[in-house]
T-cell receptor
Framework: AQSVTQPDIHITVSEGASLELRCNYSYGATPYLFWYVQSPGQGLQLLLK??????LVQGIKGFEAEFKRSQSSFNLRKPSVHWSDAAEYFCASGGSQGNLIFGKGTKLSVKP | DTEVTQTPKHLVMGMTNKKSLKCEQH?????MYWYKQKAKKPPELMFV???????INESVPSRFSPECPNSSLLNLHLHALQPEDSALYLCASSPLTKLAYTQYFGPGTRLTVL
């Protein structure tokens, strides 16, 4: 069965530092991959997505992600974190029924 | 515009009440979804509508009853809920194309069952 793994439950970074959130997927074919962000009590906002083509994907708010088939990974990066980036981040892949399969999420805290 | 709206934002109900959650999108999407999200957990899929027809029901108890009256509107009717049903209920929509997996989420309804 398809699955998405986010190995880090909680990450704390200092404001201005770089960020990398890890995501691994299990799927035989080329997956559809997504990163969403959720602020407390809010809905999910789409940061970026990968379907095919260029393996480095640019998203909103200065985020990017790189698809690496050899590592079954789709890690999210940002060169300089802002305090407003503190939130829960979910990696997801497209399921066989058009549904989304979510990882368990990574909570990002930002230190001043 | 990628906006999905949900009303109400908050809802408190007793176990004998009947209430409804509403979701609306005007992006021309033909797939709409209901998710349930408990604290510190990812969203769990409940229902999927495709062209106003129910296509996926993830074994959701019958006290949750979805309805899709038209392509822009999705309702979730609630009746005889339990306290463990308290959660954030999220609606999402997506186009029925190769981009069908790109789901756009509403802000959610925070439901508390007393």
């Amino acid at each position: 069965a398809q699955s998405v793994t986010q190995p880090d439950i909680h990450i704390t970074v200092s404001e201005g530092a770089s960020l990398e959130l890890r995501c691994n997927y299990s799927y035989g074919a080329t997956p559809y991959l997504f990163w969403y962000v959720q602020s407390p009590g809010q809905g999910l906002q789409l940061l970026l997505k990968y379907f095919s083509g260029d393996t480095l994907v640019q998203g909103i708010k200065g985020f990017e992600a790189e698809f690496k088939r050899s590592q079954s990974s789709f890690n999210l990066r940002k060169p300089s974190v802002h305090w407003s980036d503190a939130a829960e981040y979910f990696c997801a892949s497209g399921g066989s029924q058009g549904n989304l399969i979510f990882g368990k999420g990574t909570k990002l805290s930002v230190k001043p | 515009d990628t906006e999905v709206t949900q009303t109400p934002k908050h809802l408190v109900m007793g176990m004998t009440n009947k209430k409804s959650l509403k979701c609306e999108q005007h992006m021309g999407h033909r797939a709409m979804y209901w998710y349930k999200q408990k604290a510190k957990k990812p969203p769990e899929l409940m229902f999927v509508y495709s062209y106003e027809k129910l296509s996926i029901n993830e074994s959701v108890p019958s006290r949750f009853s979805p309805e899709c009256p038209n392509s822009s509107l999705l309702n979730l009717h609630l009746h005889a809920l339990q306290p463990e049903d308290s959660a954030l209920y999220l609606c999402a929509s997506s186009p029925l194309t190769k981009l069908a997996y790109t789901q756009y989420f509403g802000p959610g309804t925070r439901l508390t069952v007393l």
